[in-house]
T-cell receptor
Framework: DGGITQSPKYLFRKEGQNVTLSCEQN?????MYWYRQDPGQGLRLIYY???????QKGDIAEGYSVSREKKESFPLTVTSAQKNPTAFYLC???????????FGEGSRLTVL | AQSVTQLDSQVPVFEEAPVELRCNYS??????LFWYVQYPNQGLQLLLK??????LVKSINGFEAEFNKSQTSFHLRKPSVHISDTAEYFC?????????????FGSGTRLSIRP
């Protein structure tokens, strides 16, 4: 089936540890995005990538890093510099023909 | 700069009652408008969108939204809700549908259906 796969779905980490969230897509979309979702705040853009080997900061990039070595993959690393990392993280791709965003099922990170 | 306001954070309604979820936006350029739905612990799914043409757009499960340029609104409506409509709904605005980096999301409205 075509879609976006995020893993892990749930993740617990201690403070000060870096964690990497995986996002893989087989929709053949060029553009990929990472959003952070907190209760009552909607979605905030962390990083996005329009093409392989290129990416740009979104509105809340501090404390996060990404890479885009393959079209299918856009992993997000939550570093120890992120002051409040506990959140629900969503990966998405964009169909440029229609403007629609396609989302993965999300990864819930809890930092203890 | 663009912004999206969803006026109600929560909307409780009885099953089979009508519902309206409100969305207002501000933008200095032409906009494209979207409603996404999120079921618990899942990602978002597109419910409907307005890009151009008819200002009334409909989804396959009975929701509809009307683009009102003069009131800068894109309210979502359904004449009779079902328990399965329980979810969070997000309004989004974009100034160019070829670049999702310009999509701005509202803070969401949680729709809860009472039997």
């Amino acid at each position: 089936d075509g879609g976006i796969t995020q893993s892990p779905k749930y993740l617990f980490r201690k403070e000060g540890q870096n964690v990497t969230l995986s996002c893989e897509q087989n929709l053949n979309h060029d553009a990929m995005y990472w959003y952070r979702q907190d209760p009552g705040q909607g979605l905030r853009l962390i990083y996005y990538s329009q093409i392989v080997n290129d990416f740009q900061k979104g509105d809340i990039a501090e404390g996060y890093s990404v890479s885009r070595e393959k079209k299918e993959s856009f992993p997000l690393t939550v570093t120890s510099a992120q002051k409040n990392p506990t959140a629900f993280y969503l990966c998405a791709t964009n169909d440029r023909a229609t403007g629609e965003l396609f989302f993965g099922e999300g990864s819930r990170l809890t930092v203890l | 700069a663009q912004s999206v306001t969803q006026l109600d954070s929560q909307v409780p309604v009885f099953e089979e009652a009508p519902v309206e979820l409100r969305c207002n936006y501000s933008s200095s350029v032409s906009v494209y408008l979207f409603w996404y739905v999120q079921y618990p612990n899942q990602g978002l799914q597109l419910l409907l969108k307005y890009l151009s043409g008819s200002t009334l757009v409909k989804s396959i499960n009975g929701f509809e939204a009307e683009f009102n340029k003069s009131q800068t609104s894109f309210h979502l409506r359904k004449p009779s809700v079902h328990i399965s409509d329980t979810a969070e709904y997000f309004c989004a605005v974009s100034s160019g549908y070829s670049s999702a980096s310009k999509i701005i999301f509202g803070s969401g409205t949680r729709l809860s259906i009472r039997p």
